[in-house]
């Protein structure tokens, strides 16, 4: 009832103010469980995808967002229930990860579609990254449920980071063919099958995105990236220092 509400306050808006483009719509079944497995570019990814579908899909999406005390925090915690985003405790790799397949086998053993994000976080660059193998191929080996493929496409530049109003362009959606990896049910504690089949997910998100890819996780780019800034501002802070003591000195002689 919620999520209905939900979709046609924010969907039905969404739709006509940034007309999104769809591809593959008809590769999501009528009925029954299945995995969306995506890139992620925006915060905007997981309503924009919902907006397109008739049937109601599920993401997961850090607890904070439905623990922060206040008017604020009970606002917020209503309007991610009624968006169909799913609590996940994230303290803890290793118990976020424990937590996210859970979530995914509850929604899909109730028949259900499950949106999850194989990078596990946003692209810092728009490129895309390495799959973490322990959610999306984990609940697929579990449940037997078809992996399908999508790649959001331009969501990064309707509002970028420091972008307070929205720029309206065009995002579109390209949603692939099912994937079926039941030859490999019972095997989801192998790590080998867990690391070939979130490879062959990404593959796939690939080609439908255009994205360049790079073999390494978003989480360690975004901790290259967050590196190399605080190096550049300690430079430039010495720099200065280097300067204003030259300037002195010259001042003194």
Do not use: C
């Amino acid at each position: 009832m919620l999520y209905g509400t939900m979709k046609v306050a924010i969907g039905g808006p969404l739709k006509v103010a940034f007309r999104p483009w769809v591809e593959g719509l008809e590769n999501i079944p009528d009925a029954g469980p299945a995995i969306l497995a995506s890139n992620h570019l925006s915060f905007s990814d997981s309503f924009f995808l919902p907006a397109v579908l008739d049937r109601k899909v599920t993401f997961i999406a850090k607890a904070e967002y439905f623990t922060t005390p206040g008017l604020k925090g009970r606002l917020t915690a209503a309007f991610f229930k009624g968006a169909g985003q799913l609590p996940v405790d994230r303290s803890g790799a290793r118990g976020a990860g424990e937590a996210a397949v859970k979530a995914g086998i509850e929604v899909l053993e109730r028949g259900e579609l499950f949106g999850i994000y194989p990078e596990g976080t946003r692209s810092p660059d728009g490129r895309l990254y390495r799959g973490k193998p322990g959610g999306l191929a984990r609940v697929a080996l579990a449940t037997g449920a078809p992996v399908i493929p999508v790649a959001m496409i331009d969501t990064e530049k309707i509002q970028p980071p420091g972008q307070v109003m929205p720029k309206l362009m065009r995002p579109g959606i390209r949603i692939g063919r099912p994937l079926d990896f039941t030859r490999y049910q019972g095997m989801e504690h192998d790590r080998f099958v867990l690391r070939a089949v979130t490879d062959e997910v990404m593959y796939e998100i690939m080609k439908l995105s255009g994205q360049e890819y790079v073999d390494m996780y978003a989480t360690a780019a975004k901790r290259q990236i967050a590196d190399a800034a605080k190096a550049e501002k300690e430079a430039e802070k010495a720099a200065k220092a280097a300067l204003a003591k030259a300037e002195k000195e010259r001042s003194e002689s």
